[in-house]
C-alpha cells in the first residue's frame, strides 16, 4: 500500500498486490478515510483521520480474519445482478475451494473480495 499524501482523509490509497516476480496483478485505490473505518481506536480529543489511525486501519486491513479459504461456500448461489464478477468467474471460484479470498470492506458499504485464479494468472474481484 502506498498513500500520497498527508491529508489522510482525503489522501489515495493505492492498494497492489504483485506477483512472485513482482509483476503487479491487482490494483485498487481507496481514499485514507476508507482505512480509517477498520481502526476500533478513537480519540475523542483528536478527531478525524490521523498518521496513527491510518496506520492502525491499515494493520486491520490486512487482519487475518480477512482471509477466508473457501472463498464461496457451495451452497452460496450466483447473485445475477452481481456487479463484480460474471457467472462463468464465480463457478469458477466457487468450485475451487482450496483458493484463499481476501475480503476488505471500503467506508463500512461496499464489501470486496478478491482472490487469484491460478488458471487465468490473475486477481479477480466477486
Not at 45 to 62: C, H, I, Q
Not at 96 to 118: D, G, H, M, R, W
Request: charged fraction near 30%; aromatic fraction near 16%; charge should be negative.
Amino acid at each position: 500500500m502506498i498513500v500520497n499524501s498527508t491529508d489522510y482523509e482525503n489522501a489515495k490509497v493505492y492498494f497492489y498486490i504483485k506477483d512472485y516476480k513482482g509483476k503487479r496483478i491487482f490494483a485498487d485505490t481507496l481514499k485514507g478515510l476508507s482505512l480509517y473505518t477498520y481502526s476500533a481506536q478513537t480519540n475523542e480529543e483528536n478527531p478525524g483521520l490521523t498518521k496513527e489511525k491510518l496506520l492502525n486501519g491499515f494493520y486491520d486491513f490486512f487482519n487475518k480474519e480477512q482471509f477466508s479459504k473457501p472463498p464461496i461456500e457451495k451452497d452460496v448461489e450466483y447473485a445475477e445482478d452481481d456487479e463484480l464478477a460474471d457467472h462463468q468467474t464465480w463457478e469458477t471460484i466457487q468450485n475451487n475451494p482450496n483458493q484463499v479470498a481476501f475480503t476488505y470492506t471500503i467506508l463500512e458499504e461496499s464489501i470486496v473480495s478478491i482472490v487469484y485464479i491460478k488458471a487465468a494468472r490473475k486477481v479477480v474481484k466477486f
